[in-house]
T-cell receptor
Framework: QKEVEQNSGPLSVPEGAIASLNCTYS??????FFWYRQYSGKSPELIMS????GDKEDGRFTAQLNKASQYVSLLIRDSQPSDSATYLC????????FGKGTRLHILP | DGGITQSPKYLFRKEGQNVTLSCEQN?????MYWYRQDPGQGLRLIYY???????QKGDIAEGYSVSREKKESFPLTVTSAQKNPTAFYLC?????????????FGDGTRLSIL
Protein backbone atom coordinates (compact mmCIF):
# COMPACT_ATOMS: atom_id res chain seq x y z
CA GLN A 1 0.00 0.00 0.00
CA LYS A 2 1.61 3.22 -1.18
CA GLU A 3 1.31 5.95 1.42
CA VAL A 4 1.95 9.63 1.96
CA GLU A 5 2.25 10.65 5.59
CA GLN A 6 1.83 14.10 7.08
CA ASN A 7 1.50 15.28 10.65
CA SER A 8 -2.13 16.37 10.97
CA GLY A 9 -1.29 19.27 13.28
CA PRO A 10 -2.40 21.83 14.08
CA LEU A 11 0.98 23.44 13.71
CA SER A 12 0.98 26.84 15.38
CA VAL A 13 3.60 29.36 14.24
CA PRO A 14 3.98 33.02 15.27
CA GLU A 15 3.47 35.61 12.57
CA GLY A 16 6.74 36.42 10.85
CA ALA A 17 8.39 33.12 11.75
CA ILE A 18 9.23 30.18 9.45
CA ALA A 19 6.65 27.43 9.14
CA SER A 20 8.04 23.99 8.32
CA LEU A 21 5.73 21.32 6.93
CA ASN A 22 6.91 17.77 6.38
CA CYS A 23 5.84 14.81 4.29
CA THR A 24 7.16 11.29 3.89
CA TYR A 25 6.22 8.79 1.18
CA SER A 26 6.61 5.07 0.72
CA UNK A 27 6.87 4.62 -3.06
CA UNK A 28 10.55 4.85 -4.03
CA UNK A 29 9.78 5.30 -7.72
CA UNK A 30 7.79 8.50 -7.13
CA UNK A 31 8.85 11.16 -9.59
CA UNK A 32 6.82 14.29 -8.93
CA PHE A 33 5.96 16.07 -5.73
CA PHE A 34 3.39 18.79 -5.14
CA TRP A 35 2.22 21.01 -2.33
CA TYR A 36 -1.36 22.29 -2.26
CA ARG A 37 -2.94 24.81 0.09
CA GLN A 38 -6.56 24.30 1.07
CA TYR A 39 -8.53 26.91 2.97
CA SER A 40 -11.44 25.69 5.05
CA GLY A 41 -14.41 24.86 2.83
CA LYS A 42 -12.46 25.52 -0.36
CA SER A 43 -10.71 23.38 -2.95
CA PRO A 44 -6.95 22.69 -3.00
CA GLU A 45 -4.73 25.22 -4.76
CA LEU A 46 -1.33 24.23 -6.18
CA ILE A 47 1.48 26.26 -4.63
CA MET A 48 4.67 24.31 -5.42
CA SER A 49 5.94 21.50 -7.64
CA UNK A 50 9.33 19.85 -7.24
CA UNK A 51 10.88 17.06 -9.28
CA UNK A 52 14.58 16.78 -8.37
CA UNK A 53 16.56 16.61 -5.16
CA GLY A 54 17.35 19.89 -3.47
CA ASP A 55 15.53 23.13 -2.87
CA LYS A 56 13.14 25.07 -5.03
CA GLU A 57 12.17 28.58 -4.04
CA ASP A 58 9.15 30.63 -5.09
CA GLY A 59 8.64 33.85 -3.18
CA ARG A 60 8.16 33.04 0.49
CA PHE A 61 7.84 29.32 -0.24
CA THR A 62 10.67 26.79 -0.47
CA ALA A 63 10.13 23.14 -1.29
CA GLN A 64 12.83 20.66 -0.32
CA LEU A 65 13.12 17.14 -1.72
CA ASN A 66 15.31 14.26 -0.55
CA LYS A 67 14.51 11.15 -2.57
CA ALA A 68 17.00 8.99 -0.70
CA SER A 69 15.16 9.68 2.55
CA GLN A 70 11.75 9.73 0.80
CA TYR A 71 11.07 13.10 2.34
CA VAL A 72 9.65 16.34 1.01
CA SER A 73 9.09 19.53 2.96
CA LEU A 74 7.63 23.00 2.53
CA LEU A 75 9.04 26.05 4.26
CA ILE A 76 7.04 29.25 4.50
CA ARG A 77 9.12 32.28 5.43
CA ASP A 78 7.71 35.41 7.07
CA SER A 79 4.47 33.57 7.89
CA GLN A 80 1.30 35.63 7.55
CA PRO A 81 -2.17 35.04 9.02
CA SER A 82 -3.36 34.42 5.45
CA ASP A 83 -1.10 31.35 5.37
CA SER A 84 -3.39 29.66 7.92
CA ALA A 85 -4.78 26.69 5.99
CA THR A 86 -4.37 22.96 5.50
CA TYR A 87 -1.38 21.99 3.37
CA LEU A 88 -1.64 18.81 1.31
CA CYS A 89 1.39 16.92 0.09
CA UNK A 90 0.89 14.97 -3.14
CA UNK A 91 3.28 12.40 -4.55
CA UNK A 92 3.06 11.03 -8.04
CA UNK A 93 4.53 7.84 -9.46
CA UNK A 94 2.25 5.70 -11.55
CA UNK A 95 -0.61 7.50 -9.81
CA UNK A 96 -0.95 10.50 -7.56
CA UNK A 97 -1.45 9.99 -3.83
CA PHE A 98 -2.43 12.78 -1.46
CA GLY A 99 -1.56 13.01 2.20
CA LYS A 100 -4.28 13.91 4.68
CA GLY A 101 -2.80 17.36 5.18
CA THR A 102 -1.27 19.43 7.96
CA ARG A 103 -3.32 22.23 9.51
CA LEU A 104 -1.23 25.36 9.89
CA HIS A 105 -2.26 28.17 12.20
CA ILE A 106 -0.35 31.45 12.10
CA LEU A 107 -0.61 33.29 15.40
CA PRO A 108 -1.00 37.09 15.00
CA ASP B 1 -10.89 32.87 -17.95
CA GLY B 2 -9.57 29.31 -18.22
CA GLY B 3 -10.56 26.98 -15.47
CA ILE B 4 -12.59 24.12 -14.12
CA THR B 5 -16.25 24.71 -13.33
CA GLN B 6 -18.15 22.43 -11.00
CA SER B 7 -21.86 22.67 -10.44
CA PRO B 8 -23.89 22.81 -8.38
CA LYS B 9 -21.96 24.12 -5.40
CA TYR B 10 -24.35 22.40 -2.99
CA LEU B 11 -26.49 19.35 -3.70
CA PHE B 12 -28.96 17.37 -1.64
CA ARG B 13 -29.88 13.77 -2.33
CA LYS B 14 -32.94 11.89 -1.24
CA GLU B 15 -32.85 8.22 -0.38
CA GLY B 16 -32.83 6.02 -3.48
CA GLN B 17 -32.06 8.88 -5.79
CA ASN B 18 -29.24 9.21 -8.31
CA VAL B 19 -27.63 12.63 -8.62
CA THR B 20 -25.17 13.95 -11.18
CA LEU B 21 -22.36 16.38 -10.48
CA SER B 22 -21.13 18.46 -13.38
CA CYS B 23 -17.48 19.20 -14.21
CA GLU B 24 -16.47 21.29 -17.22
CA GLN B 25 -13.00 22.54 -18.14
CA ASN B 26 -11.85 24.95 -20.84
CA UNK B 27 -8.13 24.33 -20.32
CA UNK B 28 -7.89 21.84 -23.20
CA UNK B 29 -6.67 19.22 -20.71
CA UNK B 30 -6.77 15.57 -21.71
CA UNK B 31 -6.91 14.10 -18.21
CA MET B 32 -9.73 14.60 -15.71
CA TYR B 33 -10.30 13.20 -12.24
CA TRP B 34 -12.94 12.92 -9.54
CA TYR B 35 -12.05 12.87 -5.85
CA ARG B 36 -14.01 12.59 -2.67
CA GLN B 37 -12.91 14.38 0.51
CA ASP B 38 -14.35 13.62 3.94
CA PRO B 39 -13.72 15.83 6.99
CA GLY B 40 -10.15 15.47 8.21
CA GLN B 41 -9.35 13.04 5.42
CA GLY B 42 -7.21 13.16 2.36
CA LEU B 43 -8.44 13.03 -1.19
CA ARG B 44 -9.63 9.65 -2.43
CA LEU B 45 -9.76 8.97 -6.15
CA ILE B 46 -13.14 7.86 -7.50
CA TYR B 47 -12.61 7.77 -11.28
CA TYR B 48 -10.22 9.23 -13.81
CA UNK B 49 -10.08 9.65 -17.56
CA UNK B 50 -6.99 10.25 -19.68
CA UNK B 51 -8.79 10.54 -23.00
CA UNK B 52 -12.26 10.97 -24.42
CA UNK B 53 -14.45 7.84 -24.30
CA UNK B 54 -12.13 6.11 -21.84
CA UNK B 55 -12.06 6.11 -18.03
CA GLN B 56 -10.74 3.96 -15.20
CA LYS B 57 -11.88 3.20 -11.69
CA GLY B 58 -10.01 4.74 -8.84
CA ASP B 59 -9.77 3.51 -5.27
CA ILE B 60 -13.43 4.00 -4.29
CA ALA B 61 -15.48 3.65 -7.49
CA GLU B 62 -18.29 1.54 -6.04
CA GLY B 63 -21.61 3.40 -6.11
CA TYR B 64 -20.39 5.95 -8.66
CA SER B 65 -20.40 6.19 -12.45
CA VAL B 66 -18.87 8.58 -14.98
CA SER B 67 -18.84 9.33 -18.68
CA ARG B 68 -16.37 11.15 -20.92
CA GLU B 69 -18.15 11.90 -24.17
CA LYS B 70 -16.44 15.26 -24.67
CA LYS B 71 -12.95 16.42 -23.79
CA GLU B 72 -14.35 19.34 -21.78
CA SER B 73 -16.82 17.40 -19.66
CA PHE B 74 -16.53 14.64 -17.05
CA PRO B 75 -19.81 14.28 -15.09
CA LEU B 76 -20.02 12.10 -12.00
CA THR B 77 -23.21 10.26 -11.02
CA VAL B 78 -23.65 9.28 -7.41
CA THR B 79 -26.01 6.33 -7.50
CA SER B 80 -28.38 5.04 -4.84
CA ALA B 81 -25.88 2.19 -4.32
CA GLN B 82 -23.52 4.66 -2.64
CA LYS B 83 -24.76 4.38 0.92
CA ASN B 84 -22.65 7.13 2.44
CA PRO B 85 -22.47 9.87 -0.20
CA THR B 86 -22.18 12.89 2.10
CA ALA B 87 -18.81 14.46 1.22
CA PHE B 88 -17.01 17.22 -0.64
CA TYR B 89 -16.52 16.20 -4.29
CA LEU B 90 -13.63 17.65 -6.23
CA CYS B 91 -13.02 17.52 -9.95
CA UNK B 92 -9.48 18.03 -11.24
CA UNK B 93 -7.69 18.10 -14.56
CA UNK B 94 -4.14 17.99 -15.92
CA UNK B 95 -2.76 18.51 -19.43
CA UNK B 96 -2.14 14.79 -19.82
CA UNK B 97 -1.92 11.83 -17.49
CA UNK B 98 1.89 12.09 -17.33
CA UNK B 99 3.36 12.00 -13.86
CA UNK B 100 5.20 15.33 -14.03
CA UNK B 101 2.04 17.38 -14.44
CA UNK B 102 0.12 18.64 -11.42
CA UNK B 103 -3.63 18.53 -11.16
CA UNK B 104 -5.72 21.66 -10.84
CA PHE B 105 -9.02 21.61 -9.03
CA GLY B 106 -12.48 23.05 -9.48
CA ASP B 107 -14.28 24.70 -6.56
CA GLY B 108 -16.03 21.50 -5.52
CA THR B 109 -19.57 20.29 -4.88
CA ARG B 110 -20.78 19.60 -1.38
CA LEU B 111 -23.28 16.72 -1.34
CA SER B 112 -25.56 16.01 1.58
CA ILE B 113 -28.33 13.52 2.29
CA LEU B 114 -31.86 14.78 2.98
Amino acid sequence: QKEVEQNSGPLSVPEGAIASLNCTYSDRVSQSFFWYRQYSGKSPELIMSIYSNGDKEDGRFTAQLNKASQYVSLLIRDSQPSDSATYLCAVRGDKIIFGKGTRLHILP
Amino acid sequence: DGGITQSPKYLFRKEGQNVTLSCEQNLNHDAMYWYRQDPGQGLRLIYYSQIVNDFQKGDIAEGYSVSREKKESFPLTVTSAQKNPTAFYLCASSPTGLSNQPQHFGDGTRLSIL
